[in-house]
């Protein structure tokens, strides 16, 4: 893997707490089809091995970013471009940026979800979303984090019982899909199914006999369960 060398003298548990933490990462970053390792140069790397665009972690930097610097972003490229990711280290400066890296790659074996995954790797989380996802027209479409907030505020409505305003919001939901993002009727239904199958028939029924908009019969009716 290389020499990590330190230009200045560093606290000696904060040293200890990133080896620590980097065999840790090196066990997991190994094992996952996700992620490969580059170990041949001396200065490592971990690269993303599910698809365009390719996350690279820079892992000596990010390291020595923490304990020179005190600086709280990870070393990462997206597609050969520097990335913006902060860590948690706001919350307990004691945590080794390796445990920051271990929490990116566990997020990235988990298949990016647009919930969790920062800001900045949002192009990484749709552009896995679309390569793994079997919705029709979704590879071609312009999805982004808005739409899966929407989608997961109509969950919350779905968790309390509030069934009118979660169908109002998936019929909103799914022309703004359909007129905006250039997903497919069909797409559009698939999309929102998880949501929309859980409201209980009888709550579906009473919505489409009096819609809040006449078109939402299209995606909401009986017919796309």
Request: hydrophobic share 35%.
């Amino acid at each position: 893997m290389g020499p990590l060398v330190l230009e200045k003298e560093v606290e000696e548990d904060k040293l200890s707490a990133e080896i620590r933490g980097l065999e840790l990462l090196y066990e997991i970053a190994s094992k996952s089809p996700n992620w490969r390792l580059e170990l041949s140069s001396t200065r490592p790397f971990i690269r993303s091995n599910d698809g365009s665009p390719e996350i690279q972690i820079d892992i000596f930097s990010c390291i020595l970013n923490k304990l020179l610097n005190d600086d709280e972003h990870l070393c990462i490229t997206m597609s050969m471009k520097n990335i913006c990711v902060l860590t948690d280290f706001d919350s307990n400066e004691n945590i080794p940026s390796s445990d920051a890296m271990i929490s990116l790659i566990l997020l990235g074996n988990s298949g990016w979800p647009p919930k969790h995954t920062p800001e900045t790797l949002e192009e990484k989380a749709i552009g896995y979303f679309k390569e793994t996802c079997e919705i029709e027209g979704i590879k071609s479409s312009n999805l982004d984090f808005r739409d899966f907030e929407l989608l997961d505020e109509c969950k919350t409505h779905l968790e309390n019982k509030r069934y009118r305003e979660c169908l109002i919001e998936l019929g909103r939901l799914s022309r703004f899909l359909y007129v905006c993002k250039m997903v497919s009727v069909e797409g559009t239904i698939d999309f929102i199914s998880p949501i929309l199958t859980k409201i209980p028939i009888i709550y579906r029924l009473e919505y489409l006999d009096n819609p809040n908009e006449e078109y939402d019969s299209v995606f909401l009716g009986m017919s796309s369960n």
